[in-house]
Structure formats: structure tokens, C-alpha cells
């Protein structure tokens, strides 16, 4: 069964950086896009970033210019550079992998921006 797991979250202070990553281990074929969705306290899941499997990127335009997903050469990793981190940044960050008939989410990492 393929599992996906990230890392790299922790606390940091505002105007700081974080870089997460998300390693998916297991049978994995026909991977479509990964990417990067979080929720934070008493909001709904949002989209951060996705990258296709041609690597075609897309990114919220809340994040837009400071984040930068990326995927390593063997595409069983996606890492997101997180730079000039807000307050409004604070939230579990989610890993995410989907084919042509399957999601696989990741169990979460938590990012707090605070002073």
C-alpha cells in the first residue's frame, strides 16, 4: 500500500523559512500530481501548490512569490520552500498524491509562524 509522509514543519518566527517535504513510498504508478493543500484553525483546506507529472506548476496566489513546490528527479518526493513566512501561514500542511483514480494524503505537518 503506498504511503505518503511528510516533514520539515516545526515553529518559526515571522519573516522566517521552512522547507517541507513529502516522501510516498510503496506501488506507485500513474502518478497525475502532488502537491501541497493545508488548514488552518477553524478554516477549510486550501489549496498551497500542486505540480504535474510534466511539471506544470500551480500555486495560490496567497502564497505566490514566496512559495516554491518542487519535485526531486525520481519523482517520489515533492518539497515545498516556504520563504517570508506570516503569522496567517500557521497551519497543518497536508502532502498530497493523485492518479488517474486515486488521492493519497498525507498524515500532516504542523507549521506555526509566530513571534
Known amino acids: 500500500q503506498v504511503q505518503v509522509v511528510e516533514s520539515g514543519g516545526g515553529l518559526v518566527q515571522p519573516g522566517g523559512?521552512?522547507?517541507l517535504s513529502?516522501?510516498?513510498s510503496g506501488r506507485i504508478f500513474s502518478i497525475l500530481l502532488m502537491g501541497w493543500y493545508r488548514q488552518a484553525p477553524g478554516k477549510q483546506r486550501e489549496l498551497?501548490?500542486?505540480i504535474t507529472s510534466n511539471g506544470m506548476r500551480n500555486t495560490a496566489d496567497s502564497v505566490q512569490g514566496?512559495?516554491?513546490i518542487s519535485r526531486d528527479n525520481a519523482k517520489d518526493m515533492v518539497y515545498l520552500q516556504m520563504n517570508s513566512l506570516k503569522v496567517e501561514d500557521t497551519?497543518?500542511?497536508y502532502c498530497y498524491v493523485g492518479g488517474r483514480d486515486?488521492?493519497?494524503w498525507g498524515q500532516g505537518t504542523q507549521v506555526t509562524v509566530s513571534s
Open 102 to 104: 486515486f488521492e493519497i
Open 22 to 24: 513529502c516522501a510516498a
Open 48 to 50: 498551497v501548490a500542486t
Open 91 to 93: 497551519a497543518v500542511y
Open 66 to 68: 514566496r512559495f516554491t
Open 17 to 19: 523559512s521552512l522547507r
